[in-house]
């Protein structure tokens, strides 16, 4: 992970956003690796939807396009469909979560990686993602909004 | 049996921000109330962690139970800052693992997914219970 | 100190798993932060304030802070002067219950009529201290280069 990350801080919670990733919307991020990204949830989307307890990611070889569901996260509170960043295949996907799905939580831009995919485009894919500093300045807005108790 | 029989220390984090804390701390009295109520005491968390020397005297040298909502383990942590000789630990965040399905809420009143989690949570403490202390099980 | 936006007052609870007079304090923070002033507190987790969380003893530090006790044992506040900075009010339930014994109010586990009656006066009184707390100028509460 890049040594320079940026971080809002909103009441007692502290959400941090490496700036070597791109960042969806729907609260996922993205690292490009050549024709590879490399996806998971973002540190505020964890903090906001509370404890993971199932991650589950679409099988390997399942084609998606961005704004399909490419994996599925259950946390104590709510099943969060997450939405793909990205359009591609599914190449690989973290099996470290099916017994260990707080990696999530714990190392959400690291170890708590969702999974890889051979994306169809990566110029256009970058497009239509957010900077770490653009999507800071929308989690940071919802959650003023939210109130996360 | 002579003497005076302690009862195996157990703490419960009680977490006010989840609901798993809520269930957690409900599962402690489930299980010094209803399941092992001559074998199993609450001690408090903050009052052993701020060093208060009865709580301490309850925990130092002995093995503990701790009840956890969630993965930060703060009631485990306690028990072991407190001088516990083991610490067996239950977390309810496993136990939710194990019911999948249930979604509970709530943190003054949980609702039933809630109290089964908690229920179920007890049940687990209770067989720790029963590791450390069998004598008294069946006494 | 650091540049803070909204003025929000933080609101700290004992835990008191053995005593009644924990769960009264429970369900009155709660009862402030959902209900009486949702927007102009948070509450903060005791044990995970004592494990170390360093967003809740940060947010102490900051912000002022209410610590809400159930016995004159005072963990909350005790704990939030020793990691974060003194809390700006300290309730304890017993001043509030005015003589009160505590068989009167239920178990820990579960309150009983008095007993959630008491938890609405300790809310309605920790709310005062809120409105207290967010009209007073704010006031740097770290001393510089103090470490815990």
Redesign the interface.
Known sequence: MSAEVLQV??????FRFPVDLFYSDAGAWVRFEGPRALIGISDFTQQRN??V??AEAKEPGTPVRAGDEVAVV?T??VNLTIPSPVSGRVVETNGDLLNS??LV??DPYGKGWLAVLEVDDVEQARKALRTAEAYMTLAKTQA?AE?I? | MSGERKKVPVAACSGIGKSLGAAAREAAHILTEDLRPDQAKVVALALLVMGDEEAGREVAGREAVAIDGCKLECAAKGLACAGAAKVRKVAVFDVVRRHRGLKPEGVCDLNEDGLTLAKAAAEEAAKAIDEIDPEGRHA | MPDLPKKKVGLISCSGEELPEGTVTRRAVRKVLETLRPDETVTLCLPLFLAGGEGERAFARYYPTIAVDGCDQRCAARATEKYSAPPVASIVVTEVAKGCPREDIGTARRLNQRGLALAEEMAAKIAEEVDRELKAPRRSRAKAGEKH
């Open positions: 801080t909103v009441d007692k919670f502290t509370g404890d307890a199932f259950e104590i509170k799905p707080e939580n714990q003023e109130v108790r």
